[in-house]
């Protein structure tokens, strides 16, 4: 920590300028893209990049893919993260994604794996020379650490790799970019001193958050793979903005410990929070999950559930053993929370899936009813800020910084309020009888998933993220919920729907989706996505109905 004084606003200017001047000269562009833009083809158009470089980085090439070229030694790892690192610098010029770039660091990490492998003919680990992106608020060795407030700006040095970025590391990946995240972390778009990060499948749109720094950067085709994590929505809302894959996983499954220093609320643990991948691939989402969980992570972390990671236990088909199962898994669809209502692209993705699932005929497929919704979103949002938002108030002040317009909206919910430690014991009563509530509606409704929408909408404009409700149900529940990309994407000419502009809203919540969906043409382009959700510790059974999913994807519009 050091004892440098931190000040609004010249420290947010130096800190913007100081990511610039990490990014080499000749990779320095002028962003001439118009509002609104798709910007993903801005690499191919500067030049700056070779054909080999632009191939290795095409949003089609998975992290699976990179590995398997590294592999058959096609491309080393030098190779390899010079291309990602140089599309990391044009994209971040084009959306804000980044906050630290250390290419000359990545290159010689790269040099070692290459040379251990040209002297031994065996690779590292299974992420031999996989350049992977991290959000700032995680533990690099020997980088700075934040959780998006100025006064924590090159205060915290990690001295050294978080538990799961160790497991990464000895994995054979490669650290070479840190990525940006929203003022106090939590929110569902990412906007920090760093700057606003744009969707580049339409700048008009936000990426997400509170991973949105990640999810934009691979989006972009500047990473394969990003670590972020998630308590509200911000591993899911990110990769249903930018059209990636996600699990967000049953708390306790996965290694938390390291980059402590830099929490925005420590101790709130009344929800918990849960690390995982943003990908471009189901196959790399379950490589991921082999990796880390492949450690047995437990025996090193107390507080994991040591539960290995078998995605072949999902039953297709009748069980062989004495208790009698269904003999298809069983999938509910929540067409709407009973809360708000999703825009008319959301809808249709819902009804082409819908279709294409019953049409495959490997499910049982029928509607679920929401429970109470409404409730957990205000009661969620009551135990994240149990303080009433002190904390993340004082963290502005040391520096003068001031609350941006999604910090100052969240804080000033009538649910966030100061609670003393009876109030917090009375809340988490309630949280617990509604969790048992709901595990008994489920099972009355006799399915095994839930398939349902992963926000209110496609990727939002700026500043209008206010509904977590589709997301931060399953943390309160604490359930695991993947995030798919569909296929499909937003369309004006196929998404006016005046019936659903004029219906009677829900909520005011509802009435405020619909009013920011008066101009569909704003969500041109945006990919649109759908959840999938399972009972507490289904996560890799989870991944195992992902791949009959997949069958049916991409869908046709």
Same mark, same amino acid.
């Given at each position: 920590?050091?004892?440098?004084?931190?000040?609004?606003?010249?420290?947010?200017?130096?800190?913007?300028?100081?990511?610039?001047?990490?990014?080499?000269?000749?990779?320095?562009?002028?962003?001439?893209?118009?509002?609104?833009?798709? +910007?993903?083809?801005? !690499? &191919?158009?500067?030049?700056?990049?070779?054909?080999?470089?632009?191939? $290795? =980085? /095409? @949003?089609?090439? *998975?992290?699976?893919?990179?590995?398997?070229?590294?592999?058959?030694?096609?491309?080393?790892?030098?190779?390899? +993260?010079?291309?990602? !690192? &140089?599309?990391?610098?044009?994209?971040?010029?084009?959306?804000?994604? $980044? =906050? /630290? @770039?250390?290419? *000359?660091?990545?290159?010689?990490?790269?040099?070692?794996?290459?040379?251990?492998?040209?002297?031994?003919?065996?690779?590292?680990?299974?992420?031999?020379?996989?350049?992977?992106?991290?959000?700032?608020?995680?533990?690099?060795?020997?980088?700075?650490?934040?959780?998006?407030?100025?006064?924590?700006?090159?205060?915290?040095?990690?001295?050294?790799?978080?538990?799961?970025?160790?497991?990464?590391?000895?994995?054979?990946?490669?650290?070479?970019?840190?990525?940006?995240?929203?003022?106090?972390?939590?929110?569902?778009?990412?906007?920090?001193?760093?700057?606003?990060?744009?969707?580049?499948?339409?700048?008009?749109?936000?990426?997400?958050?509170?991973?949105?720094?990640?999810?934009?950067?691979?989006?972009?085709?500047?990473?394969?793979?990003?670590?972020?994590?998630?308590?509200?929505?911000?591993?899911?809302?990110?990769?249903?903005?930018?059209?990636?894959?996600?699990?967000?996983?049953?708390?306790?499954?996965?290694?938390?410990?390291?980059?402590?220093?830099?929490?925005?609320?420590?101790?709130?643990?009344?929800?918990?929070?849960?690390?995982?991948?943003?990908?471009?691939?189901?196959?790399?989402?379950?490589?991921?999950?082999?990796?880390?969980?492949?450690?047995?992570?437990?025996?090193?972390?107390?507080?994991?559930?040591?539960?290995?990671?078998?995605?072949?236990?999902?039953?297709?088909?009748?069980?062989?053993?004495?208790?009698?199962?269904?003999?298809?898994?069983?999938?509910?669809?929540?067409?709407?929370?009973?809360?708000?209502?999703?825009?008319?692209?959301?809808?249709?993705?819902?009804?082409?899936?819908?279709?294409?699932?019953?049409?495959?005929?490997?499910?049982?497929?029928?509607?679920?009813?929401?429970?109470?919704?409404?409730?957990?979103?205000?009661?969620?949002?009551?135990?994240?800020?149990?303080?009433?938002?002190?904390?993340?108030?004082?963290?502005?002040?040391?520096?003068?910084?001031?609350?941006?317009?999604?910090?100052?909206?969240?804080?000033?919910?009538?649910?966030?309020?100061?609670?003393?430690?009876?109030?917090?014991?009375?809340?988490?009563?309630?949280?617990?009888?509604?969790?048992?509530?709901?595990?008994?509606?489920?099972?009355?409704?006799?399915?095994?998933?839930?398939?349902?929408?992963?926000?209110?909408?496609?990727?939002?404009?700026?500043?209008?993220?206010?509904?977590?409700?589709?997301?931060?149900?399953?943390?309160?529940?604490?359930?695991?919920?993947?995030?798919?990309?569909?296929?499909?994407?937003?369309?004006?000419?196929?998404?006016?729907?005046?019936?659903?502009?004029?219906?009677?809203?829900?909520?005011?919540?509802?009435?405020?989706?619909?009013?920011?969906?008066?101009?569909?043409?704003?969500?041109?382009?945006?990919?649109?996505?759908?959840?999938?959700?399972?009972?507490?510790?289904?996560?890799?059974?989870?991944?195992?109905?992902?791949?009959?999913?997949?069958?049916?994807?991409?869908?046709?519009?």
């Amino acid at each position: 920590m050091t004892d440098e004084k931190i000040s609004w606003p010249q420290a947010a200017l130096d800190a913007r300028k100081a990511i610039l001047d990490l990014i080499p000269p000749e990779l320095r562009v002028t962003n001439t893209y118009p509002p609104g833009s798709d +910007v993903r083809d801005a !690499a &191919k158009a500067l030049g700056l990049l070779t054909n080999d470089e632009l191939s $290795l =980085t /095409d @949003f089609t090439t *998975d992290a699976t893919a990179v590995l398997d070229a590294i592999k058959s030694k096609r491309v080393n790892a030098v190779q390899v +993260v010079t291309a990602f !690192a &140089k599309r990391a610098a044009i994209a971040h010029q084009h959306v804000t994604c $980044l =906050t /630290d @770039f250390f290419l *000359d660091e990545a290159v010689e990490r790269a040099k070692m794996l290459d040379e251990h492998y040209e002297k031994t003919g065996e690779l590292v680990g299974p992420l031999h020379g996989l350049p992977i992106s991290v959000k700032d608020n995680q533990g690099i060795k020997g980088h700075y650490v934040t959780s998006g407030f100025l006064s924590q700006y090159k205060q915290y040095k990690e001295e050294q790799h978080g538990h799961l970025l160790q497991i990464l590391w000895d994995a054979g990946a490669v650290f070479y970019v840190k990525t940006n995240l929203p003022q106090a972390v939590m929110h569902l778009e990412t906007h920090s001193f760093y700057g606003q990060t744009l969707n580049p499948h339409n700048t008009n749109l936000t990426s997400g958050g509170s991973s949105g720094g990640c999810s934009a950067l691979i989006a972009f085709g500047g990473s394969p793979l990003g670590l972020g994590n998630d308590i509200g929505g911000s591993l899911r809302s990110p990769s249903a903005g930018t059209g990636l894959w996600t699990l967000k996983c049953t708390t306790n499954r996965l290694p938390s410990a390291g980059a402590v220093k830099a929490r925005s609320m420590p101790g709130a643990d009344s929800v918990g929070a849960t690390q995982g991948p943003m990908c471009r691939s189901l196959r790399d989402l379950k490589l991921w999950f082999d990796v880390v969980l492949g450690t047995r992570p437990w025996l090193r972390e107390s507080n994991i559930a040591p539960i290995p990671w078998r995605t072949s236990t999902i039953p297709f088909g009748t069980h062989p053993n004495i208790i009698p199962l269904p003999p298809k898994v069983r999938i509910g669809v929540m067409w709407n929370d009973g809360v708000v209502v999703p825009q008319p692209p959301i809808q249709r993705a819902m009804k082409a899936l819908v279709g294409a699932l019953e049409e495959q005929g490997v499910f049982e497929v029928k509607d679920f009813t929401p429970y109470r919704h409404g409730e957990m979103d205000r009661l969620v949002h009551e135990l994240y800020f149990v303080d009433g938002g002190k904390t993340i108030r004082d963290h502005v002040e040391k520096s003068g910084e001031p609350l941006l317009p999604m910090t100052e909206w969240v804080l000033t919910r009538p649910d966030v309020k100061l609670h003393d430690i009876f109030e917090l014991w009375s809340m988490n009563t309630r949280r617990d009888t509604l969790r048992a509530e709901y595990a008994t509606h489920f099972n009355a409704q006799a399915i095994d998933f839930i398939l349902c929408p992963v926000g209110p909408g496609p990727a939002p404009q700026h500043h209008t993220s206010k509904y977590w409700g589709y997301t931060s149900a399953w943390n309160f529940l604490d359930y695991p919920a993947a995030v798919f990309p569909t296929g499909l994407r937003a369309d004006p000419t196929l998404d006016t729907d005046e019936a659903y502009a004029k219906a009677p809203p829900l909520s005011e919540m509802d009435l405020f989706n619909r009013e920011c969906y008066a101009k569909p043409e704003v969500f041109k382009n945006a990919p649109l996505c759908l959840q999938l959700v399972g009972r507490r510790n289904a996560d890799d059974q989870s991944l195992g109905v992902l791949e009959k999913i997949n069958e049916v994807l991409p869908l046709s519009a």
